[in-house]
């Protein structure tokens, strides 16, 4: 195989983003070659882009069987990432996923039981923001030992100000039914990926969410979660879309250092000693450990999806790794549906929780969900942003 042939599923803001960077060149071994969309009008906005260079399905399924593609991209919303997926996997198509893996954890436990039946299929996960030096850095840091245990995260990541229009530009957006949450499942997947990647996971959860608190829309826009560590260490995670100004901070604090990530650096504090050395050695009842920053120095890379999709060529012709399996996808799944959980039941969540609770309560409300109406599609580009979503 010289180069990937690459089909997309679902020409929306992602996928065609997707389209326009491997058509453009950007990744080298992969060629676009098919593209499937349910809509016509997405269709025939791709033709316009691409032209005759690419064949065109109106439905997964026939793009999958065309003998077209070698791989395929799945860029559609979030119940049907699985199902896709694992469609493409027994056809053995090799398949990344856009974010998040899917909707609630026993979905994405079958399509990782499918990958693992089918090991000669590579699966990845579009985790773009694994790619950061900053997350990178951060990570490396934390799980060197040097600075000890952490014993704090928080992530204050408000900085996904979405207005009216964007919720009105599709009729599955910020529904229980078309999109399974909200600012969880479709902004935070990137943060709760790396929360979960550099830090471990939490075993206990308890979250307040607040439903159209912002705007006119079914789903979460607000939230604000707790959560503990095996080690006992503590963290908060709070997110919103309805900040006019948010902010986006990472900080950990560890028993010898503290890191932060915010305004695209990271800062590095070493302290003298542990804090548990200082504790037990220091006289001054108002003394505090002798601290000081340090220069860090990352490779100062970001490949974000290119990146993402250029290691999955590597990994198809044996030349690299993926930046995400696919099956890592379920973590960041689980902290979402865990936050879900427990403001549904308004009471803390051990971490494994019970699936099949979680999907009795979310089908509860997917029953009373509504479908939009007089919705305006836009085709927009966010590219420089986490992601169009």
Known sequence: MEKIRLGIIGYGNMGSAHADNVFNGKCPD???????????????????????????????????????????????????????????????IHVMV?????????????????????????????????????????????????????????????????????????????????????????????????WQWICGMPVKVHAKLKYGKWHDIEVEDDVTAYVEYENGATGTFITTTGDGCG???????????????????????EFEMTEQEFSATNQRPFAAIPVKEIEVETDGQHTAHVGVLNAFADKILSKGELVADGREGINGLILSNAMHLSDFLNKEI??????????????????GSKAKKDTVEVFEDNSSSYGRV
């Open 247 to 269: 902010s986006n901070r990472f900080e950990i604090q560890m028993d010898k250092a503290k890191l932060v990530v915010e305004d695209g650096k990271l800062r590095v504090w």
């Open 350 to 367: 051990e971490i494994p929780f019970d699936a099949e609770l979680y999907k009795s309560e979310l089908m509860k409300r997917v029953k």
């Open 30 to 92: 992969v060629v676009l070659t098919a593209i499937a969309d349910i809509k016509d009008s997405r269709l025939e906005a791709a033709k316009g882009v691409f032209g005759e260079d690419v064949s065109y399905f109106s439905s997964a399924e026939e793009m999958l069987d065309s003998k077209k593609i070698d791989a395929c991209l799945v860029a559609v919303p979030h119940y049907d990432h699985t199902n896709l997926a694992i469609m493409s996997m027994k056809k053995g």
């Open 98 to 194: 856009e974010k998040p893996a899917g909707v609630y954890t026993q979905q994405v436990e079958e399509m990782n039981a499918v990958a693992d039946e089918n090991p000669d299929v590579v699966f990845g996960m579009m985790f773009n923001q694994r790619t950061n030096c900053l997350y990178r850095k951060m990570r490396e840091l934390v799980k060197s030992g040097k600075y000890g245990q952490i014993r704090r995260t928080n992530w204050l990541i408000t900085n996904w100000y979405r207005s009216q229009a964007y919720y009105n530009s599709g009729d599955w957006r910020a529904t229980w039914a078309g999109e399974g949450g909200g600012v969880l499942l479709n902004q935070c997947p990137h943060q709760l990926d790396l």
